[in-house]
């Protein structure tokens, strides 16, 4: 097995929406009974796209299992640095989170030096790519979510959702 296989069985990712239609807390410990699922399976590498909502959550709770399972990395997979900026609505909250991340982050890859059409959909497959699996908090099929899962599950790509039944929109 090369070396990039290797890998890829030991990584996932994570997509999800920006915006959460539920309380984080149930959303926490269902993110944290997959990584701890996929810990036990043999991934140690967990992928993020850097983004505020999910993103920024998922990030979160493996930097807080890191304490437990010491093996957990997490790599930040930035479409651009300072993408807020480009983005415009963070509050300071997040901001400050996100700036925390970064500090905290056992790698942070920067894919395009400024915003270009196009580049979170990069950001999304190039995190795809290297995943064995992408963890998901799928609300709405036609969103950037919906396209990285579409995308993942095009290349056979392991789908762990953690949106309730409930919790779907149209």
């Known amino acids: 097995m090369s070396g990039f296989s290797e890998i890829r069985r030991m990584t996932a ?7 959460l239609g539920e309380p984080p807390g149930e959303l926490e410990r269902r993110t944290d009974a997959a990584i701890r699922d996929l810990y ?5 590498y967990f992928g993020a796209g850097g983004a ?8 979160e709770r493996v930097l807080t299992l890191k304490e437990e399972l010491p093996e957990l990395s997490l790599v930040l997979v930035l479409p651009f640095p ?10 300071r909250e997040e901001l400050a989170q996100f700036d925390a991340l970064l500090l905290r982050a056992d790698r942070v890859v920067t894919l395009e030096s400024g915003y270009s059409p196009g580049v979170y959909q990069r950001r999304n497959r190039y995190l795809v790519d290297r995943s064995a699996c992408c963890v998901c ?19 056979g790509v392991e789908i762990i959702d953690l949106v309730p039944y409930s919790f779907r929109l149209p």
């Not at 990712?13 to 915006?19: A, I, K, L, N, S």
């Not at 505020?52 to 990030?59: H, M, V, Y």
């Not at 300072?82 to 509050?91: A, K, L, P, T």
């Open 13 to 19: 990712c994570f997509t999800g929406h920006r915006e």
């Open 40 to 44: 036990a399976r043999g991934v140690r």
């Open 52 to 59: 505020r909502g999910f993103d920024a959550l998922a990030s």
């Open 82 to 91: 300072e993408q807020y900026r480009q983005e415009g609505n963070w509050s």
């Open 137 to 155: 908090y799928l609300q709405r099929m036609r969103s950037g979510t919906g396209s990285t899962v579409r995308y993942a599950r095009s290349r």
